[in-house]
């Protein structure tokens, strides 16, 4: 959307908070050697993360976020990168969000020596909010409605070709709904063909195909909507089954959800999570040592996934969170804000 668009199975328990684990829950405030707002955030591996935000800016770290090259991808100076796909060190997409034109994908193959515009969007109506791939050749990207439908682009040959998916078999689009481009995650891959993207607006919805994007099955969910400001903004999966969403409103960050939920049967059907308090959550991540959420107020770490409770509530403004190693997570904000968190 043109405003700021775009779990593991809960364990439903009562946490006990031990005094050494909340010491051992540490994050620290990286030199980003930038200024522009981040919200793209990609992590290929351990010691490999990018990152992408306003004014044609990308970042890498290749020692696991201690240190960061930060660079602008020539010609780009009134794009905002709101998502980044990496694979490696050298191989990584970046889509920027925005009206008509603005809406491109680029790549580089050559760790951001020379990157190559792969696609502009060519529909003054249309504006794209995230991308994923299921490996570096195959992709999608989704963009909010154009004439009640959902607009998508896929491509099976890393990105030399972009082709508009016909909307013969997507459910049509609720008046006034869309997708968020906040943390460049409304749409998630898992396996070689699953693909979900999430919505907001008067509705709530997450839509899922199991071929790559030729079918579309859709369903509600129960996370806080009505206003264009409310809605999923986040959606993670995985495997094929177990997923979680969030979101919330972000004209009004402290409300009380609902504003998390998980399904274990692909998305067909979604329940709330108990942890509370709840608030506006721009993005998700989860690793075997818990969950982590971000947003404009807050982050939070659930131990084991999402229980009751939250084990710990920072007051942090950040976009986008990744796990890059176990127990280790790296968040990026508003005026280069990068975090990484070591929660062991």
């Not at 439903?12 to 010491?23: G, I, N, Q, R």
């Not at 990168?81 to 491109?104: I, T």
């Not at 607009?151 to 709904?177: C, F, M, Q, S, Y």
Request: proline content about 6%.
């Amino acid at each position: 959307m043109k405003l700021a668009r775009g779990l593991l199975v809960p364990i439903v328990c009562v946490l006990l908070l031990d005094a050494s684990f909340l010491t051992a829950q540490t994050y620290k405030v990286e030199q980003s050697n930038t200024t522009e707002n981040l919200r793209g955030l990609s992590v290929p591996s351990r010691s490999v993360i990018w990152a992408g935000g306003t004014h044609g800016t990308y970042l890498r770290s290749l020692d696991g976020g201690s240190s960061w090259h930060a660079a602008q991808v020539p010609g780009t100076e009134s794009l905002d990168f709101r998502d980044v796909e990496a694979f490696d060190a050298k191989r990584a997409y970046l889509l920027s969000a925005g009206p008509g034109e603005q809406s491109r994908i680029y790549k580089t193959e050559d760790g951001g020596g020379h990157w190559q515009l792969q696609f502009t969007n060519p529909d003054p109506a249309g504006f794209f909010d995230c991308l994923a791939f299921w490996d570096p050749s195959h992709g999608i990207a989704v963009g909010d409605p154009v004439s009640g439908q959902f607009v998508l682009i896929a491509t099976i040959d890393g990105g030399r070709h972009w082709n508009k998916i016909p909307p013969d078999n997507l459910p049509p689009a609720v008046e006034d709904e869309g997708a968020f481009a906040a943390s460049g995650t409304c749409i998630a891959t898992a396996g070689k063909s699953n693909v979900w993207f999430a919505t907001g607006g008067k509705v709530a919805r997450v839509f899922h195909s199991v071929d790559a994007g030729a079918n579309w099955s859709v369903a509600d969910a129960p996370i806080v909507h009505g206003a264009a400001s409310a809605g999923i903004f986040s959606v993670m999966f995985r495997n094929s089954h177990d997923g979680v969403i969030a979101g919330g409103d972000y004209k009004q960050p402290e409300q009380d959800g609902p504003n998390l939920a998980f399904t274990t049967d692909g998305g067909a059907t979604w329940k709330l999570v108990p942890v509370s308090p709840q608030f506006y959550v721009s993005a998700v991540a989860w690793d075997a040592a818990g969950s982590l959420v971000v947003g404009s107020t807050r982050a939070a770490f659930a131990e084991g996934g999402m229980s009751k409770s939250w084990k710990k509530i920072w007051d942090l403004n950040l976009n986008a969170v990744r796990f890059f190693a176990p127990g280790r997570a790296v968040a990026v904000g508003p005026k280069g804000a990068v975090v990484t968190f070591d929660l062991r």
